[in-house]
């Protein structure tokens, strides 16, 4: 394993996880929100509080579905193959472990040694 969260190799495949890790916080977003306005559906006596509530939860909904079917089509979340959704969530927890074991504060952070030399070293000082 890499610990160096400096290196390179460790952004390999990042984008993908991002945009996964993104639209299943975007789906969980939206399943509060339907969830939150149901409840204050149900707590409004006013009739066009009501109206609107429900307006907005129809959209929820819909937001929802939309979400749902992007992650499928995408093969980020497998809601109706939980063998293949097992894997996803142990890679994913794989990778969580491994982040946590990375040492993302060390004390020094300066990559400037990498970088020590000058250009004209080989000719023997800073003539260039």
């Known amino acids: 394993m890499n610990t160096d969260y400096l290196d390179p190799i460790n952004s390999l495949n990042m984008p993908e996880m991002a945009d996964m890790t993104f639209a299943m916080d975007f789906l969980i977003r939206a399943k509060e929100g339907v969830r939150n306005l149901s409840i204050a559906l149900t707590e409004t006596a006013s009739p066009d509080v009501r109206a609107l509530l429900?307006?907005?939860?129809?959209?929820?909904?819909?937001?929802?579905?939309?979400?749902?079917?992007?992650?499928?089509?995408?093969?980020?979340?497998?809601?109706?193959?939980?063998?293949?959704?097992?894997?996803?969530?142990?890679?994913?927890?794989?990778?969580?472990?491994?982040?946590?074991?990375?040492?993302?504060?060390?004390?020094?952070?300066?990559?400037?040694?990498?970088?020590?030399?000058?250009?004209?070293?080989?000719?023997?000082?800073?003539?260039?």
Request: proline residues 4%.
């Open 54 to 128: 429900r307006h907005h939860l129809m959209q929820g909904i819909a937001l929802h579905q939309e979400i749902t079917e992007l992650m499928i089509r995408k093969k980020w979340f497998h809601p109706y193959e939980l063998n293949e959704q097992y894997q996803l969530d142990q890679l994913s927890a794989k990778n969580t472990v491994m982040i946590g074991q990375m040492n993302l504060f060390p004390d020094d952070t300066s990559r400037k040694g990498m970088f020590d030399r000058t250009p004209d070293e080989h000719m023997g000082g800073h003539n260039a």
